[in-house]
């Protein structure tokens, strides 16, 4: 599935009623035929078997939309720093225990961690067996097999239209790319119809309500959105949780789809900045008390063993419904998503691998380990 949402379908309309039908009108009663005796008869001429029907032919697999490929072109030239030291593992002549060390060091490298790369050695040796392969070059095919099994779970659609409107919390430490990846998800919330509204909930950032409203002036003169305007609730030095009240409120009263709480960037290790963060949540609660429905964590790719560091801190605090994870272009750690698979399996929504508004895309399992790989 390529949307990187789906709303709640609407629940089907009943069928109509079958209209009334004349009563058949009243015939004399039928008699019960006569059983006539039984008779020889001649035995039945041998039937000819009629011809079995041609197999179906399977329908082949759709190509990706130009757009997706446009994207997966992207995926697969930002992973090659993750993906190149892997694999070159697989140029060697022969399946041996020096290809299985020389691989557990590249994963090791690409902060795949100990746990999944394990899991993964052991698996890969497994598929190996089972389908007798004895070229290097096809074992790269089978560890991105996987890779891609491995990562499934965190697969998920983001599901809008399920609450009106749909509160979106996004945390993150500074220079994450929080900020930027609020104004990429906006443009995307906008391609399939939905009305956002920002709350620039980080005040303690000098700046940081002119960084979202200068992302929120792209995403508005983005062909998606067609001049729709991207409203930002805002207070110069207020409270972040008041900010953050105030936008929830004003989603509900305009009818918006989305409101997308922009909170201030800190360090796990920052307790009072992190108790903040727990604040925002129980006030946002008071606006609506089913808000809010996500709380998403955008972490930075290059920071490789640490991103899985926060994705627990954070966690623990929030109580995360899903990842964004940005600037895989630009790092070598890209297989901190398999730690993160094995150890604290949060979904991942959408990856990163550009400044662009179009850089942000959904997180697809297959696609990611065939792209590190490549």
């Not at 090791?108 to 394990?118: H, I, N, Q, R």
């Not at 429905?293 to 994705?311: K, R, S």
Request: proline letters at 9%.
């Amino acid at each position: 599935m390529f949307s990187f949402f789906r709303r709640k379908a609407a629940a089907p309309a009943p069928a109509p009623a079958p209209a009334p039908q004349p009563a058949p009108a009243p015939s004399a009663p039928a008699l019960a035929p006569e059983v006539p005796a039984p008779a020889a008869s001649p035995s039945p001429a041998p039937q000819t078997p009629a011809p079995a029907a041609p197999a179906p032919t399977p329908a082949p697999t759709p190509a990706p939309a130009p757009a997706r490929q446009g994207w997966l072109d992207r995926l697969k030239s930002g992973l090659r720093k993750t993906g190149a030291s892997i694999a070159t593992v697989f140029t060697g002549a022969q399946i041996d225990d020096t290809l299985y060390e020389e691989l557990e060091t590249a994963l090791l490298m690409a902060d795949t961690g100990v746990k999944a790369t394990e899991h993964l050695l052991a698996d890969l040796k497994k598929r190996v067996k089972n389908a007798k392969v004895t070229d290097p070059a096809a074992v790269k095919s089978l560890l991105a097999d996987a890779i891609a099994e491995l990562l499934t779970p965190l697969q998920k659609p983001l599901v809008i239209g399920e609450h009106q409107p749909t509160v979106i919390m996004v945390a993150g430490v500074n220079g994450a790319g929080k900020t930027t990846s609020i104004g990429k998800l906006t443009r995307h919330l906008a391609n399939e119809g939905a009305s956002v509204l920002l709350a620039a909930a980080d005040t303690f950032r000098a700046a940081a309500r002119e960084q979202l409203a200068a992302w929120a002036d792209r995403a508005e003169a983005s062909p998606e959105l067609a001049g729709q305007a991207v409203e930002i609730v805002t207070q110069q030095g207020g409270d972040p949780a008041a900010v953050s009240f105030d936008a929830v409120t004003a989603g509900k009263a305009r009818g918006k789809d989305v409101v997308l709480v922009d909170t201030a960037g800190r360090l796990p290790t920052q307790l009072h900045l992190m108790e903040e963060l727990r604040k925002i949540k129980r006030v946002v609660q008071k606006a609506d008390a089913t808000a809010p429905h996500e709380v998403l964590l955008v972490i930075d790719g290059n920071t490789g063993q640490n991103a899985l560091a926060q994705v627990r801190a954070f966690d623990d605090t929030l109580q995360l419904t899903g990842l964004i994870i940005t600037k895989l272009d630009g790092t070598a750690k890209g297989g901190v998503i398999c730690a993160i698979a094995m150890e604290r399996p949060v979904p991942v929504y959408f990856i990163g691998v550009g400044e662009k508004l179009e850089d942000l895309e959904t997180f697809d399992a297959r696609e990611f380990a065939q792209a590190l790989l490549a």
